[in-house]
């Protein structure tokens, strides 16, 4: 079990209803999971907490960011256990959470608000990104090169907060596809609550796709360390392109972005999804669009002048949408541990689960080793966790600074649990063995992340009704 994964919890979810539906069983609480699942995004907040912020341990941080460049880019999310803002992981992070309120939302009951808060969070953020300066497009704030060598809070930062961006002389389709793309689903979620936010969200991601489009090249290339070995874009920026623009045909009514999606050609048969490589989703997401159309048009998600005549004519004449409901299914061929077309590795425990029980059962405790990988979930869960806030004393308990290396000795190296609970995060998971050291320093197994929880929201809702 690995983080990517959780991501394919989240297509099977799809995929499965688009050929059916989803058989649940298992014993967890799924909706206190679902709960604490949107909870553990506030603990990841960065700029200036709001008045109503349930994670009391963690304060204002990161107030200046931005400011070596002149512009505001505070608020949005630190990716993981660090105190970096990538925006690629982060804006992947706002199209799974969207993603998943679009389909599950009215699953969620009370939990909907706090799930298009935390959404919110986000897209606040990247508007600013997108909108602070013309012919930039910030991607990112704090060198994680310096920032890797600190063990400190975030609202104890005092290293450089270097501001990171691409433009017409230095690319990132990559980047700047997966931001439109999050903006585009974000502006579905509000379009009905909040019709004048959700009209700027797709005005941006409508700019920002078109500077994807034009100005071609991969973020990586232009900022090199700042972004890798990290996130680096090791798919290349095609898939962002096909991600970006099918998000931008599901918001709009535009046959541009059918047009440009069939213009860019074959693509890769992945059989993984993650924050680098989004050509499964793109499939399963073109899949639900066409499905949409064609046998649930009186959706909420056809209500908006979506499904005009014009549009289902033009689609019904042509056979690429059909082709990616049959890339759907071949996905799923390729990570069914009982395929023989499976290219994926499981361990023992990951195999009797998918055999007997749910996925998200295992990452909720039902495993070999009865540990639920979601911080804070039931009995036995991660005491340990690689995480910067989590690990050191809070401002409220130790109110003096803890500078950048003042927080290896005594608590990075110490045997104790962490004095603050990461409440609803969802570390790497355990080895192949089914094993889990519960070790600090083991990053790889301990280290929780954004894009990761956010992919299980949307199947906690489906299951937790």
Known sequence: MGKATI????????????LGGVRVEGNPNYRDALQKSILFFQGQRSGKLPANQKVSWRSNSGLSDGSLDHVDLTGGYYDAGDNVKFNFPMAFTTTMLSWGTLEYGKRMGPQLQEARAAIRWA??????????KPGKLYVGV??????HKCWERPEDMDTVRTVYSVSSSNPGSDVAG???????????VFRRVDPKYSRLLLQTARKVMAF????RGAYSDSLGSAVCPFYCSYSGYKDELLWGAA???????????????????????PDIFSWDNKYAGAHVLLSRVIN???????????????????????????????QFKQEAESFMCRILPNSPYSTTQYTQGDLNNFMYNSYVDYILGENPIKMSYMVGFGRNFPKRIHHRGSSLPSLAKHPQSIGCDGGFQPYFYSSNPNPNILVGAIVGGPNQNDGFPDDRSDYSHSEPSTYITAALVGPLAYFSH
């Open 7 to 18: 991501l394919l919890i989240f297509l099977c979810s799809l995929v499965l209803l688009l």
């Open 247 to 269: 998000w931008l045909f599901r918001a709009t009514n535009d046959a541009y972005y059918y047009n440009f999606l069939k213009t860019l050609g074959a693509d890769d048969q």
């Open 212 to 215: 994807a489009i034009q100005y």
């Open 178 to 188: 997966e931001t439109a793309a999050a903006l585009a689903a974000a502006s579905l």
């Open 142 to 147: 704090g060198d994680p090169n310096v920032d």
């Open 123 to 132: 897209t606040d953020y990247l508007l600013k990104c997108a909108n602070s």
């Open 292 to 322: 949409i159309i064609f046998f649930n048009p009186i959706s909420l998600h056809c209500s908006e002048n979506f499904c005009t005549p014009q549009i289902m004519a033009l689609l019904g004449k042509d056979k690429n949408f059909e």
